[in-house]
């Protein structure tokens, strides 16, 4: 185990921590917040709505939520794998409700920025081009059929909101939800499970082989203010599949509110998923998201998460690698400045012979923002032949940014290849007076070389078109 932490500590993030800290002391090790009173009442409903009307096993599965939360409640920063990120101010703010799909969305024209410029509305793809991508629409935590275009689906592939889900694809809803993300040791995965309202199912059938991805995109405007979503997704890839999954939480408005969303994802036998999750919500939100994998046997996942939204943020990314020769990519870019904290929390868990892991997190810090990277990897006893690679790279921009970066490995096998490392610093002085030499402006310099650093894990991204709509949101914001 290693651990590399930044030195530069300034007032203002010192005196945030401190006030964390002091507030969080109060409570003996290993406790948690209590739930505000209004989450509470929004978990009972939950149950009670569950019990009345829904299927027993949808009920057994809310109670469970329900249980696992109320064990845990709020973590604070005296739990080791909360340590540098609190969340008494979500508990205080006391998110609670859907606000519903109404408000500042006004027809398929305001998505455009968050579509990577595929149309929205329509399988024939305009004079007769390729069609866009299928695109399930969620406006403020619910399904909006009418901004949404599931026309240009591929052939083998089903996306579907979860009240259609349930409806027709019951058996496979029941047998595969819930059961690749623990609520156990995760309190925000346990408040999903007991409360979501809604979210998609994305299957790709076995043999089948999607073109195009599937843009699962979750807006929240002003109307959503002091409310919360759970958003709870399943993608199911079925023996010998492949299929991109994109995955967009952004605002439209600076409201303040609480995204609390969970991704499991199937892997079967031979099958490849990339999921892509891209974060943009307003600067004044909460955004805690867990993306959980299952794997089978030759098969590959591969992600990239992108942070560039929210006051407080916070993303688990985790995977098991369950069958002999698969492989994992995770990916990663958080770009933050202000007052901005963000949080990414990776596990690889190799369980089998014979597997592989690539794992590249890059992060831009500006302003007092603070940044957290917290790889591990996980080799079991048998997991012989493990080959794992895992990188954390942080630019500090200003003397008061922060990032705590703590990478990790586990090894109980005897026969691996594992490398781990983070490096923390400043811009290159050596490349800032090449171009200085060269003409090239102070200012210039600094913003090209910062794009250039974030460009790099970029690149690694295999959907062209999301790869060049993020290089330019990069570029808007660091070169400009």
């Known amino acids: ?72 409640g709020f973590p604070t920063t005296r739990h080791e794998d909360w340590h540098y990120t609190t969340t008494a101010a979500i508990a205080e703010a006391d998110f609670a409700g859907t606000a519903g799909a109404t408000g500042d969305v006004e027809g398929r024209d305001a998505l455009a920025p968050f579509a990577f410029g595929q149309p929205l509305g329509g399988s024939l793809g305009r004079n007769g081009g390729a069609p866009g991508w299928p695109t399930l629409v969620f406006v403020n935590g619910r399904f909006d059929a009418a901004l949404s275009s599931r026309d240009a689906l591929p052939e083998g592939v089903v996306a579907l909101p979860w009240d259609e889900a349930r409806a027709r694809e019951p058996e496979l809803v029941e047998r595969t939800l819930a059961r690749i993300a623990s609520p156990a040791a995760q309190p925000f995965v346990a408040l999903n499970q007991a409360v979501f309202t809604d979210g998609a199912l ?60 969970v991704t499991e994802v199937d892997v079967a036998d031979g099958a490849t998923v990339h999921h892509v999750k891209v974060q943009r919500e307003s600067e004044r939100a909460f955004h805690l998201a867990h993306v959980e994998a299952r794997q089978g046997r030759d098969s590959h996942f591969v992600s990239f998460s992108f942070a560039a939204g929210a006051k ?22 958080y770009a933050v400045g202000g007052d901005q904290h963000c949080d990414h929390q990776t596990r690889i868990e190799h369980r089998e012979p014979n ?9 831009v810090l500006d302003g007092r923002a603070h940044g957290v990277f917290n790889g591990k990897v996980y080799v079991h006893p048998a997991a012989q032949k493990t080959d794992g690679k895992q990188t954390n790279n942080t630019l500090l921009l200003s003397d008061e940014a ?40 102070t200012e210039a310099a600094r913003k090209l070389l910062t794009y250039a650093f974030a460009a790099d894990v970029l690149e690694t991204i295999e959907l062209e078109p999301v790869k060049h709509a993020l290089e330019a949101l990069v570029l808007e914001r660091y070169a400009s």
Request: proline share 3%.
């Open 202 to 261: 994305v299957v790709v059938r076995k043999e089948m082989e999607a073109d195009r991805p599937v843009h699962l995109l979750f807006v929240t405007d002003a109307t959503a203010a002091r409310t919360a979503s759970h958003a709870r997704v399943l993608v199911v890839a079925e023996r010998h599949s492949k299929v991109a999954v994109i995955e967009s939480h952004v605002a439209i408005g600076g409201a303040s509110y609480l995204t609390n969303a």
């Open 402 to 441: 922060r990032i705590d970066t703590k990478p990790q490995l586990e090894i109980f096998a005897d026969d691996v290849k594992c490398t781990h490392g983070a490096t923390v610093g400043r811009l290159d002085q050596t490349a800032l007076f090449y171009m200085q030499s060269r003409g090239v402006g």
């Open 355 to 363: 597997c592989f892991s690539r794992e590249l997190y890059k992060g």
């Open 1 to 72: 185990m290693s651990t590399i932490t930044d030195t530069p500590r300034a007032g203002s993030v010192a005196e945030a921590t401190a006030l964390a800290a002091q507030r969080d002391a109060s409570h003996a090790l290993g406790q948690f917040l209590p739930a505000p009173a209004g989450v509470e009442a929004e978990v009972r409903a939950a149950v009670a709505g569950a019990e009345a009307d829904g299927p027993a096993w949808l009920a057994a599965v809310r109670r469970a939520g329900a249980e696992a939360f109320a064990r845990q």
């Open 312 to 333: 407080l943020s916070r993303a688990n990314v985790y995977t098991l690698l369950g069958g002999e020769g698969c492989g994992v990519t995770l990916n990663g870019l």
